[in-house]
């Protein structure tokens, strides 16, 4: 199973108070499937990652957040997709949307042992 579909399951089967897939709404539970799709499909290290990284800021340019109006798993994915990517270090600095959107998201998570 790949990190996608484990976000995906994680986010389906936890708590509707958690606000995973947005506000229950069938529009945002689409958009949030459509960043996981998206997080899987386009954050890879390579020339790619790039391009992906503008459209991530043209995305987060009016919003703090990705979906809605709190953390859901769709600003979970593609965060940790980045997390993972040491070139996303460099790029952040041509992309000021996304790098805020990131650090906002990295603030919010709990922190671990």
Same mark, same amino acid.
């Given at each position: ?11 389906r089967t936890?708590?509707?108070? +958690? ?7 069938a529009l *945002?539970?689409? *958009?949030?499937? $459509?960043?996981?799709?998206? +997080?899987? $499909? ?9 391009? $992906?990284?503008?459209?991530?800021? $043209? ?6 957040v990705l ?5 859901? +798993? ?8 980045? *997390?993972?990517?040491? *070139?996303?270090?460099?790029?952040? #600095? ?5 790098? #805020? ?13």
């Open positions: 199973m790949g990190a996608t579909a484990a976000c995906r399951f994680l986010a936890a708590p509707p108070a +958690a606000h995973l897939y947005g506000d229950g709404s *945002q539970a689409v *958009q949030v499937d $459509a960043w996981l799709d998206w +997080a899987g $499909a386009a954050i890879k290290p390579g020339p790619g990652l790039e391009a $992906a990284v503008a459209t991530l800021d $043209a995305a987060c340019a009016l919003r703090t979906v809605g109006r709190a953390l859901t +798993a769709a600003d979970c994915a593609v965060w940790g997709a980045l *997390q993972a990517i040491g *070139q996303w270090t460099k790029l952040r #600095r041509a992309a000021p949307h996304a790098a #805020r959107w990131h650090g906002h998201v990295g603030a919010a998570a709990p922190a671990g042992p």
